[in-house]
């Protein structure tokens, strides 16, 4: 953190902290080129140990610096400097003078009257109506109240463009928008506008009915019509149709929301767009309540979406296609922390009796059964190779960058932590820890199950290291994408060797 009176740059003094936490904190500064003018001085701090790597994510960060100098509209704070100084880079924005959102609604007991929070909308939608159509359209992810300021005016101000995740290491997720606010199809990697609108959707169903989605299971938001009966049935509809899971389902773009939210306002009779029915019978339905046991507000308060490799999995008790870091299916509701452990012998796959709380292993289904399963996850599979390269790439690019141990040295190095040492026959010095946590068993019994027998984990708080041998890459993603669904874990320190029978001596 920056003492203050401490001068940044040559040019900015540091005042007092405003806020931020990790690796971005920001400052209330005074600009001592121009008459002491003051101005958020926004700071991130890199963690690269590869020169080059650190060199693109600079490179980035001034590409992104200057794109957001470029806005111009009175919700975006303006931009004035961007620079760097070794792993340290700073961010200089226009300060603003007043509260967020997320404190307004704390200060009246969690929500707010119907007029307040259409008003605010109403300036969201000005501004995600002027990023969506500039060229190139820019998408804000990560719409929620923390992230919308209220001056004493009672003028909205967006904050934070997620600027900071380009400093975030290639080993690890992309954090990008937060639980509860953002949609399904950002858990998947894939963004448009209408994405934006399903934030501000969750944001207006929160200050609205109280009811905070960062502390709820993901996408199960209950009709607002039912948390509060005195609201205008319209805007009821109108928030409800901007959270439907299926993109298609919801309105066409922020200028469509604006609209019907002005006629709601006034009180103007309005027509709400009608989809066609062949794309209503193919939409997904909305999650159904009540669900399993509501997760503590310490786990996830303000706790951020980590986007793991843009994969889907499959729902074990329906079938259906899900976001592999779901925890609850969007279909038909079901628990999927857990996995499948019996089928029955004699069922349909539309009337299987299956239990979600321990992980099978293949000797526990019966023999057409267990087959018929292996054969419909090859596709789910292939998905995840194809859809996780990317991933995989970028894993590869940090890794090779990383300290590598010298011929004949059978330990992990000194950059590698307390892990046990790997010798050239890949069988661990000391053995894989006993796991008694219920996701640690239920992650060593997929691991053995997929056959990953010999690939070897322990956790360290939030961090899971990695040691043993997998066949191929491929393997490698596959073993990490058993760690996202099963232990919920998105801090990786991978020690596995492949040890590729196909590839040369």
Request: with cysteine; charged share 20%.
């Amino acid at each position: 953190m920056i003492a203050p009176n401490t001068v940044v740059g040559g040019r900015y003094r540091v005042m007092k902290p405003l806020g931020g936490g990790g690796m971005k904190l920001v400052y209330l500064a005074e600009d001592l080129r121009l008459a002491a003018r003051p101005c958020a001085l926004a700071e991130m701090v890199d963690s690269f140990t590869s020169p080059d790597t650190q060199k693109q994510a600079i490179a980035a960060f001034q590409r992104e610096a200057d794109m957001l100098a470029q806005l111009s509209n009175e919700h975006i704070p303006r931009v004035f400097d961007r620079f760097s100084d070794q792993n340290h880079h700073y961010l200089v924005m226009e300060f603003i003078d007043g509260i967020t959102l997320e404190e307004k609604l704390r200060g009246a007991g969690g929500k707010l009257p119907e007029g307040e929070v259409t008003d605010v909308a109403l300036q969201v939608l000005d501004t995600l109506e002027y990023l969506h159509n500039l060229e190139p359209p820019v998408i804000y992810r990560d719409l929620k109240p923390s992230n919308v300021m209220l001056t004493p005016s009672e003028q909205v101000k967006l904050i934070d463009f997620g600027i900071a995740r380009l400093f975030q290491p290639l080993s690890n997720a992309t954090m990008i928008g937060t639980q509860g606010y953002a949609p399904p199809e950002q858990y998947r990697g894939k963004v448009e506008f209408r994405s934006d609108l399903y934030a501000l959707g969750a944001t207006m169903h929160h200050a609205l009915s109280g009811r905070d989605p960062a502390l709820e299971p993901p996408f199960s938001f209950p009709p607002l019509h039912s948390l509060c009966p005195d609201i205008t049935p319209a805007l009821c509809e109108l928030v409800d149709q901007a959270l439907k899971y299926d993109v298609a389902l919801r309105m066409a773009d922020a200028a469509e929301f604006r609209q019907r939210l002005l006629a709601i306002k006034s009180g103007t009779p309005i027509t709400i767009p009608q989809r066609s029915s062949s794309t209503v019978a193919s939409s997904r339905p909305q999650l159904k309540l009540p669900l399993g046991g509501m997760r503590s507000r310490e786990q996830h308060a303000s706790a951020p979406t980590m986007l793991s490799n843009a994969i889907d999995t499959e729902c074990p008790r329906c079938g259906r296609s899900i976001p592999a870091d779901s925890n609850f299916c969007s279909f038909c509701a079901a628990d999927v922390t857990g996995r499948l452990s019996a089928v029955d012998r004699g069922a349909t796959p539309e009337a299987q009796t299956i239990v979600l709380d321990d992980v099978a292993s293949p000797g526990d289904f019966p023999g057409p059964i267990f087959h018929e399963r292996r054969r419909r996850r090859h596709p789910a599979r292939l998905m995840t190779l194809v859809v996780g390269g990317f991933f995989l790439i970028g894993y590869l690019i940090f890794h090779s960058s990383q300290p590598q141990p010298s011929d004949g040295d059978t330990g992990p190095g000194p950059d590698y932590g307390s892990v046990p040492s790997v010798p050239d026959g890949g069988a661990p010095d000391a053995p894989e820890p006993a796991h008694t946590a219920p996701r640690e068993v239920a992650l060593r019994q997929a691991l053995d199950a997929q056959g990953y027998g010999s690939v070897h984990f322990k956790m360290e708080g939030d961090t899971i290291v990695l040691w043993g041998t997998v066949p191929t890459e491929a393997d490698r993603l596959m073993v990490q994408t058993q760690i996202f669904m099963f232990a919920r874990i998105f801090s990786i320190e991978d020690h596995i060797q492949v040890r590729d029978t196909f590839a040369e001596p």
